[in-house]
């Protein structure tokens, strides 16, 4: 008895390409409200329902964007606070008379 065995598919290279992008899952979260859903704890899922698809985004976005301007904030603070122990600058005083007569010629 001959049976014929279930080929899969060849994978195309977006398809590859998407796969091989979606690491931590973010791609898959954002198309994929379902996915999304069960990403979330049991108790978030019960209000899950009750958030907009465009909310849904808006968080995932906002995500997206805190963790890829992490490195940036920390690298601009570090250098503030490294600067904290430089001198600012100060502003000469002006040449009025009788200010810094010391440089006067007095022959």
């Not at 001959?2 to 390409?17: G, I, L, M, S």
């Not at 005083?93 to 200010?99: D, F, G, K, T």
């Amino acid at each position: 008895c001959a049976v014929d065995a279930v080929v899969p598919a060849k994978e195309t290279f977006a398809q590859k390409t998407f796969r091989w992008l979606d690491v931590a899952g973010f791609l898959t979260r954002w198309y994929s409200r379902k996915a999304w859903i069960q990403d979330l704890e049991p108790v978030m899922r019960m209000g899950g329902m009750m958030i907009s698809e465009w909310e849904r985004k808006l968080h995932l976005w906002s995500n997206m964007m805190h963790l890829f301007f992490t490195p940036f904030s920390l690298w601009y603070g570090w250098g503030q606070f490294t600067h904290m122990a430089h001198k600012p600058p100060v502003a000469l005083c002006p040449e009025y008379a009788h200010v810094n007569e010391r440089k006067q010629d007095f022959n």
